[in-house]
């Protein structure tokens, strides 16, 4: 857990989290809301790199509200490698019919319109990588959960963590030491961060990493 936060989430934020579509556990949740509101007093923008339908973004951007900062949200709005058709993660109500194609942007709206924090997210729809090469503020927080291949993982890693100020938290989800439990990629970035002597364990929950930019 991240040290001397005692935030609370709020009721209103609490139900809207659960009920937007997403994966995210209830425990994780409140260690990620922990760890923005914490990271939130640096002033700086809270960033996430893997929208979905905004279930996290929830948690971020109330965070954000509370500090009058800005939520910064990145996604392609695809869906990831293992939402598409034929995989575990499908959802075939989030196929755009006109195109075929996965299309989470829509729901990710409501989302944010039904929690009331529309005015507090800015949503950049698009590739990571591209973002990131135009990207030019520091940032309170970098929350990773984007594409879990090697190839996305490291791109995200790369792309947001050199903005990312000191004092700040880099939070990675999906971290699974064990293959057995899940894909590595998550993990890989983690232990690149813990090795880099950049940053510091802040806490962890679950598969989710807190780590301090020193």
Partial sequence: MVAHQTAEIEDDIRRAFLAAPGFMPVEEGEALHRA????ARLGLPLLEVGTYCGRSTILLAAAARAAGVLCVTVDHHRG???QQPGWEYHDPSLVDPDVGLMDTLPAFRRTLHHAGLED???????RSPQAAALWGAPLGLVFVDGGHTDEHAAADYEGWTPHLAPGGLLVIHDVFPDPADGGQAPYRIWLRAV??????EA?????????RRV
């Fill in 120 to 126: 507090h997210v800015l949503a950049l729809v698009g």
């Fill in 36 to 39: 923005a509101v914490d990271a």
């Fill in 80 to 82: 990831s490698e293992e």
């Fill in 195 to 200: 090795e880099s002597g950049r940053f510091e």
């Fill in 203 to 211: 806490g962890r929950e679950g598969s989710l990493r807190i780590l």
